[in-house]
């Protein structure tokens, strides 16, 4: 498939777990994709190297999200990784995949975790996209990365949700800004999904099976699920599709 050739990606926290198959999905349809990393450079290189091996195109790039100044460090590192790999200039899709958990309730979140995972899930993607407007391309694509969470209640991880939550209502209030541009803006949203982040928890049998059983499918998700319904809102054929959440859930507590 090539439906993504010619356009350049990024991907947020492309390393590992979701973000790693969007950027495999992303460079299987032809996209020069960017696997934008926190700290671990070597999952980062990784991705780049499964990438080509399977013929796709690809470079890591590093930057500390949640901090001072992360959006502007970041796409320092995209243009020049991107200009190191003769990839031009400008941008055709952003992903804003990178975030953390938070968990705790509403009694035992403290003003420090509630201020990291705001930093890092609401505020960085905030800045992201204020920063890369001017490289992003008319007719390009943002997409979100947003949770389940938003439309079920989760009591024990309720300042993640609340994150999550912002980024909803960014998606839908940029939609409406960037169609005059031909942008279309999206979140897509996960529930369970079988990554590393979760092997603990799944690893408890009743727990997995509570979890499998939430969904119309009675299994847990699966990266690629989630990977492929991005690579569906990064193409063409949802060029009439904007301000919307896709729920990636499985059809998780309908």
């Given at each position: 498939m090539s439906r993504l050739a010619g356009k350049t990606a990024l991907v947020t926290g492309g390393s590992r777990g979701i973000g790693k198959g969007i950027a495999l999905r992303l460079a299987s349809e032809g996209a020069l994709v960017g696997v934008h990393y926190g700290s671990n450079e070597a999952a980062a290189e990784q991705t780049v190297a499964e990438i080509e091996a399977a013929g796709g195109a690809a470079f890591a790039l590093g930057a500390e999200l949640g901090v001072p100044g992360d959006a502007a460090a970041l796409w320092a590192a995209f243009d020049d990784a991107l200009a190191a790999h003769g990839g031009g200039s400008g941008l055709d899709i952003l992903v804003n995949n990178a975030g953390i958990a938070a968990p705790g309730s509403i009694e035992e979140v403290t003003e420090a975790e509630y201020d990291r995972v705001f930093a890092v899930n609401a505020k960085a993607p905030f800045f992201l996209i204020q920063q890369g407007l001017?490289?992003?391309?008319?007719?390009?694509?943002?997409?979100?990365?947003?949770?389940?969470?938003?439309?079920?209640?989760?009591?024990?991880?309720?300042?993640?949700?609340?994150?999550?939550?912002?980024?909803?209502?960014?998606?839908?209030?940029?939609?409406?800004?960037?169609?005059?541009?031909?942008?279309?803006?999206?979140?897509?949203?996960?529930?369970?999904?079988?990554?590393?982040?979760?092997?603990?928890?799944?690893?408890?049998?009743?727990?997995?099976?509570?979890?499998?059983?939430?969904?119309?499918?009675?299994?847990?998700?699966?990266?690629?699920?989630?990977?492929?319904?991005?690579?569906f809102l990064a193409s063409d054929d949802a060029r009439w599709v904007t301000g919307q959440v896709l729920d990636a859930t499985g059809g998780a507590h309908l």
């Open positions: 001017p490289r992003l391309r008319d007719g390009g694509r943002i997409i979100n990365v947003s949770s389940g969470v938003t439309r079920i209640a989760f009591p024990a991880i309720v300042a993640y949700s609340a994150s999550k939550g912002a980024i909803d209502v960014l998606t839908r209030t940029l939609a409406q800004q960037l169609g005059a541009r031909g942008v279309t803006v999206n979140a897509v949203a996960p529930g369970m999904v079988e990554t590393d982040i979760n092997t603990e928890m799944l690893a408890d049998e009743a727990a997995r099976a509570q979890f499998a059983a939430s969904s119309a499918f009675n299994r847990i998700g699966a990266v690629a699920d989630v990977a492929d319904a991005v690579a």
